[in-house]
């Protein structure tokens, strides 16, 4: 929410809710449109100067979690308006609430009010009583929404009540008792506000930016450790390669070490002296011009021996 009193005045002066409330209060529909359009920022900054500590700050916020505080809501102003009676009450049961915020400037206050908008003393108060708990409801919604704490709440106000004050005439500011003094406060809070404000930013964008840069980095992790291993595939599959082609490279300059091989048909064979028995038992060989021809006796033996190269087959053996 930008500016409150554009809200809440907006707000009261829709549609025929001015007709209707300036003939309750029996004044004319200038005068009552006057009275409105000061009673909201004189809500504003009352509120904003009776919250400028952090104690009264969290009290407040006590009010809005309990609902223990006079409170408008937007669709209510309508069915107030036409009702003189509740009208009444509610702007009654605004009056506790005002005197804690003035304390005693009220009278001081209303006095002004009703001189600079030109409506009875009873009428500004009326006005005021019915502006205050339409301000307490759009605060009270926006410190739920921004989830404001004590700091932030007086801040917010401050900001706020800066911003109304410049609506109101010297005079008025200086019966709430908002002097230069005041003033200077309100825009030393108000700039708090609105460097604590850029200070939150400034962080948020920090942590976002280091949010990414560990994003990236870890994008670039999760990348490297899905490479690793691919590189590692092929340094090992080279290396395969590179032992296969050494092993063709030694058997083939092995082969070429031992020279050609002769071929399986071409085996020679070798010479046995296989000595042939010429005479078996049972069977005498009487070759006597063989034993004659060795021992020059014709008994010599009975078994000749004699060598003959043969080949070595199935048959001869």
């Known amino acids: 929410m930008e500016n409150i009193i554009t809200e809440v005045t ?30 909201v920022p004189v809500s504003v900054v009352g509120l ?50 005002l005197d804690r915020i ?9 006095d002004m009010l009703a001189g600079n908008s030109g409506v009875s003393k009873d009428s500004a108060a009326t006005l005021l009583g019915l502006a205050t708990p339409m301000v307490l409801d759009a605060v009270g919604k926006e410190a739920e929404a921004r989830k404001l704490d004590a700091r932030g709440l ?52 920090g942590v976002v930016d280091a949010a990414r840069e560990r994003g990236a980095r870890g994008a670039a992790r999760a990348t490297e450790a899905v490479r690793e291993p691919q590189r590692s595939r092929r340094v090992g599959l080279w290396l395969a390669v590179g032992l296969i082609l050494l092993m063709l490279v030694f058997l083939l300059f092995a082969r070429r070490g031992r020279g050609p091989e002769a071929p399986a048909g071409d085996a020679q064979t070798s010479d046995l002296r296989i000595p042939i028995i010429t ?23 009975l078994i000749g021996s004699r060598s003959v190269n043969v080949v070595p087959t199935p048959t001869s053996l």
Not at 10 to 27: M, N, P, V
Not at 281 to 298: E, F, N, W
């Open 10 to 39: 907006t707000i009261a002066l829709r549609g025929d809710l001015l007709e209707r409330l300036s003939s309750q209060i029996h004044e004319s529909a200038s005068a009552t449109r006057r009275g409105v359009e000061q009673a």
């Open 48 to 97: 904003a100067v009776h919250v400028s500590s952090e104690q009264r700050a969290e009290e407040l916020l006590g009010a809005f979690r309990g609902r223990t505080y006079p409170q408008m809501d937007p669709s209510a102003v309508a069915r107030t308006a036409v009702d003189p009676e509740a009208t009444w009450r509610l702007a009654q049961s605004s009056s506790g609430f």
């Open 102 to 110: 003035f304390g005693n400037k009220l009278d001081a206050v209303l």
């Open 154 to 205: 007086t801040r917010f106000l401050a900001d706020q009540g800066q911003k109304a004050s410049g609506a109101l005439p010297g005079p008025l500011t200086g019966a709430i008792g908002v002097g230069p003094a005041g003033g200077a406060r309100m825009q030393s809070t108000a700039q708090r506000a609105r460097a604590g404000t850029g200070d939150v930013r400034q962080r948020g964008r």
């Open 279 to 301: 005479s078996l038992p049972g069977a005498q060989l009487r070759t006597r011009q063989a034993s004659r021809d060795r021992s020059g006796s014709p008994d010599a033996g």
